[in-house]
């Protein structure tokens, strides 16, 4: 990644490298709307945070066990036949 960026001047061109947002820091739409004046309210990413980590108590433990009986070891078929 280095090598791909060591000629490209600083600043300038960010969507390679980290996205077209990184590029027009801090606005989301230049000039009008900034990152920070768009935000929703501190009461609400707070009860987002709390239901993604809700969601994710419940499906973490769904996926290991589906990876845990479908991808798991078979004992009896890697055994040579006799």
Not at 54 to 82: C, D, E, Q, T
């Amino acid at each position: 990644m280095a090598l791909a960026t060591a000629n490209r001047p600083a600043g300038g061109d960010h969507a390679g490298a980290g996205g077209l947002g990184v590029g027009q820091w801090p606005y989301l739409v230049p000039p009008g709307l900034t990152i920070a004046g768009t935000a929703a309210p501190p009461g609400t990413l707070s009860a987002l945070l709390v239901v993604i980590a809700a969601g994710m108590a419940i499906l973490a433990p769904s996926l290991w066990l589906l990876l845990r009986v479908f991808k798991g070891r078979r004992p009896a078929l890697a055994r040579p036949p006799a």
